[in-house]
Every structure is written in C-alpha cells, then in structure tokens.
C-alpha cells in the first residue's frame, strides 16, 4: 500500500512539474542593467502564439504584426545582427514608453531586444504621431542573438499591447 502511496505522490509531482516545464521566467541581466519596468505575467507568456505572425500592407509597406493593432516594416532578422524597424500602431493606442521584451521558443528567458547605440535597453520614449496610416510610429534597433522563433512582447506605458512572432535566421 505504501508503494502505490508514494507512486502517487511522485506522479503528481511529475505533472505539476510537466505542466510549468519545471522552470521559473528568468531576466537576462547580461545585456542590460536597466531594470525591467513593465510587469511580465505568466499568462502573457503562456498564451504565446507560436505562429509566425503575418504581414499586411501599411502605406507603401509591408509590415508583420497583427492587422489594425500593431506591427513593424518587414525585414528579416539575422542572428546577432542590428537592424532598424519602424513600428506602427493602430486604434486606441495607450501613452507611455515603448517596451520591447523578447523571448526565444523553448526558453523561461526574457531578455531586452531595443538597441540603443551598442547597448540593449528595455525601452524607447513613446510612440509618435500618425505614420504610412498608423495612428502611432516609433523607430527602432532590435537584436536577437539566436537563430529560431522569437515573440516580441510589446508594451505600451505599463500596458502590454500585444505580441509579434519573428523567425530569426
């Protein structure tokens, strides 16, 4: 009796230990000694969309993101390498900084992805004005430093706002 007992106990705590794949969210503290100023809850990252977001046409351009909401000019990402996006934003877009928290597929890691100069920063100053039909821009540098798929939680003030899918070659 006392085997099926501890069988029990063990299983139980496999799949409680399954069910959160046995890891805490951790802060990549390396690449910034910024602390983290918006609130990243375990819901937004379990409710991540795995799927490569898609693209749609603002203006003259193609962006990726989510239609009527969110999203940035479409280039492609190469691992370990800057490059420049400029973000649109559509609807009742909330005031505050622009934060840009990424997470790699397979990891409890979260880590800055916004660049200024050399150095990674969790956010830039609030969006601008209207732009290729968006109500709101806001330039940026973003880096990822492993190939895969990547969400790029993105915040607005101390609200997230919504998350974009990104394959990173």
Not at 7 to 31: H, R, S, Y
Not at 41 to 65: C, H, K, P, Q
Not at 71 to 93: R, S
Request: hydrophobic share 40%; net charge negative; glycine share 10%.
């Amino acid at each position: 009796m006392k085997t099926i007992q501890n069988l029990l106990i063990f299983m139980t705590l496999g799949m409680l230990v399954a069910c959160n794949g046995g890891q805490e969210l951790t802060i990549d503290t390396d690449k910034t000694s910024e602390k983290l100023p918006v609130e990243v809850r375990d819901t937004t990252i379990e409710n991540i969309d795995w799927e490569l977001s898609e693209t749609f046409e603002a203006g003259t351009y193609t962006v990726r993101g989510v239609p009527n909401k969110l999203g940035f000019i479409d280039a492609p990402f190469v691992e370990n390498k800057p490059q420049k996006y400029m973000w649109h934003f559509w609807g009742d877009v909330p005031k505050g900084d622009l934060t840009v928290v990424g997470i790699k597929k397979g990891s409890q890691g979260i880590t800055p992805v916004l660049m200024m100069g050399k150095d990674y920063v969790w956010s830039y100053n609030a969006p601008g004005g209207p732009n290729n039909g968006a109500d709101a821009h806001a330039p940026s540098t973003m880096k990822l430093t492993e190939e895969g798929s990547w969400a790029l939680l993105v915040y607005l003030g101390d609200e997230y706002f919504g998350q974009v899918i990104v394959e990173v070659k």
